[in-house]
């Protein structure tokens, strides 16, 4: 029974991060633009998590000065970074677009894997590299219209996804609990936001009027910081590479959202190039379970 609170925890994790269009094209429609949906996406959930960290352990907000570009990296470089990317694709592109081009950051991972910690480069890893990228054609429209600028915000965005692995590995690997990463990855990415756009407009908006002040809320509670909580969950008890498969479903349910609420076409095209990201996605992360097993073996 436990065993099945983990898997429904990352399941629900990914869903929710399926929705994370939903919300923001709601936030758009509401005059915000991509840096004040960010701001208000990453601060709410910085705020909930610092209330989470209060009530479990004070201790927990504790981090070293030598560790601080860890935190700098996870918050700037990826979720800063990242957000913003994503934010615009989804302004340019489809739902379903944007979510399988983020969801390259796997392939990106494995790439850097090579130089920052010499990682081999199987033929099994560049079977899903050439997957990966074969969908990404499929689903972003590859040889018939398409929008580069919201192609290219969808690789940025896969960029700034898979570096939060990289950082965040480097601070686990240094003590930390992921619920302090999570809060310092927030609260960073929120600070240099309203550092180089301003936070002045986004509070304007968010306080405006009270479906406003709901649809922010809602936007920091269920896209950023109860998917976070839920996949940190699950991740407890299951091992990561079965944990990385099953939070793919967010690009199949960002696909079923688009379609069925912003009636976005699906074609065979599109379900073929999610179909074959979520392959490369699951080679990938079975390929990196079976190491600890080969070694010890």
């Known amino acids: 029974m436990k065993?099945?609170?983990y898997t429904i925890s990352i399941l629900l994790a990914g869903c929710l991060w399926g929705?994370?269009?939903l919300f923001t094209r709601n936030l758009y429609a509401l005059g915000f633009d991509a840096p004040g949906a960010l701001i208000v996406r990453c601060g709410i959930a910085a705020v909930l998590f610092a209330v989470l960290l209060l009530l479990k352990d004070p201790k927990l907000?504790?981090?070293r000065l030598r560790d601080l570009w860890c935190f700098l990296g996870v918050g700037l470089c990826s979720l800063l970074f990242f957000t913003w990317c994503y934010f615009q694709c989804i302004r340019l592109?489809?739902?379903?677009m944007a979510a399988v081009l983020l969801y390259t950051a796997p392939s990106i991972v494995m790439v850097l894997s090579l130089f920052l910690f010499r990682e081999k480069l199987t033929k099994m890893k560049v079977a899903a590299l050439v997957l990966a990228f074969a969908g990404c054609c499929l689903v972003s429209g590859l040889g018939?219209?398409?929008n580069v600028a919201g192609v290219l915000f969808g690789l940025g965005a896969g960029l700034g996804y898979a570096l939060y692995s990289i950082f965040a590995r480097f601070a686990l690997l240094r003590g930390y609990d992921s619920r302090t990463i999570n809060f310092y990855a927030m609260l960073i990415g929120t600070l240099g936001a309203v550092v180089i756009w301003g936070g002045g407009e986004p509070l304007r908006l968010m306080t405006s009027s009270v479906p406003a002040a709901l649809w922010c809320a809602a936007t920091g509670l269920f896209s950023c910081f109860l998917p976070y909580l839920l996949y940190t969950y699950g991740l407890s008890g299951t091992e990561t590479g079965k944990a990385a498969v099953m939070a793919s479903t967010e690009p199949v349910v960002a696909t079923l959202v688009g379609a069925v609420l912003f009636r976005e076409a699906l074609t065979v095209r599109s379900a073929l190039g999610v179909a074959l990201v979520?392959?490369?996605i699951a080679a990938l992360n079975l390929k990196r379970k079976q190491k600890p097993s080969e070694k010890a073996e």
Do not use: N, P, V
Not at 93 to 96: A, F, M
């Open 3 to 5: 065993k099945l609170r």
């Open 278 to 280: 979520l392959l490369a």
């Open 61 to 63: 907000f504790r981090i």
């Open 93 to 96: 592109t489809s739902l379903s």
């Open 144 to 146: 018939g219209e398409m």
């Open 19 to 21: 929705f994370m269009g």
